[in-house]
T-cell receptor, first 113, second 116 residues
Framework: AQSVTQLGSHVSVSEGALVLLRCNYS??????LFWYVQYPNQGLQLLLK????ATLVKGINGFEAEFKKSETSFHLTKPSAHMSDAAEYFC???????????WGAGTKLIIKP | KAGVTQTPRYLIKTRGQQVTLSCSPISGHRSVSWYQQTPGQGLQFLFEYFSETQRNKGNFPGRFSGRQFSNSRSEMNVSTLELGDSALYLC???????????????FGQGTRLTVV
């Protein structure tokens, strides 16, 4: 069965510093991997996704993620954090049933001035 | 173009009551999915509707039900509310079924349900 583990329920970085949010997955089928962001009192917004092809995926707002099959990881990065990046980030993997995603527990990103 | 609209935004209900939540998808979208988000269980898929037909259902008890109307608006109903039903209920719309895996899903802001 598929599962997703996000390391760290909270991650704190200084404004301008590198953002690294970790996601590891397990999947019995070729993985489709997703990162979503949820701002306070908002719904979810797709940041980026990997299905096939290039393993380095660029998303919106300067975020990118790299699919590493050997490490079963799909970590999210951004070179320089901005105050507006403060939000909760969710990693997800395609489930056994093609229509469903298995979601990670989320990581709250805190930006220090 | 207007986004996904969920009403009401906040709701407080008593145990044993029932509740109906509404979701209006993006104009032209015919697929609506519902999710429950709680701190303990995270995001869980409830069901998906496309052209008024339920296509898929998650692992929730029969107290959770939904429907979709001919204008693609959808409602979900929870009967005999329990304290554990307190959650943020998110609706997502898409142009085709199978979102968010096969096509992009656009999420509403959610309805925050509190059961007391």
């Amino acid at each position: 069965a598929q599962s997703v583990t996000q390391l760290g329920s909270h991650v704190s970085v200084s404004e301008g510093a590198l953002v690294l949010l970790r996601c590891n997955y397990s999947s019995s089928v070729p993985p489709y991997l997703f990162w979503y962001v949820q701002y306070p009192n908002q719904g979810l917004q797709l940041l980026l996704k990997y299905t096939t092809g290039a393993t380095l995926v660029k998303g919106i707002n300067g975020f990118e993620a790299e699919f590493k099959k050997s490490e079963t990881s799909f970590h999210l990065t951004k070179p320089s954090a901005h105050m507006s990046d403060a939000a909760e980030y969710f990693c997800a993997v395609r489930g056994d049933s093609n229509y469903q995603l298995i979601w990670g527990a989320g990581t709250k990103l805190i930006i220090k001035p | 173009k207007a986004g996904v609209t969920q009403t009401p935004r906040y709701l407080i209900k008593t145990r044993g009551q029932q509740v109906t939540l509404s979701c209006s998808p993006i104009s032209g979208h015919r697929s609506v999915s519902w999710y429950q988000q709680t701190p303990g269980q995270g995001l869980q898929f409830l069901f998906e509707y496309f052209s008024e037909t339920q296509r898929n259902k998650g692992n929730f008890p029969g107290r959770f039900s939904g429907r979709q109307f001919s204008n693609s608006r959808s409602e979900m109903n929870v009967s005999t509310l329990e304290l554990g039903d307190s959650a943020l209920y998110l609706c997502a719309s898409s142009s085709m079924p199978g979102a968010p895996v096969n096509t992009e899903a656009f999420f509403g802001q959610g309805t925050r349900l509190t059961v007391v």
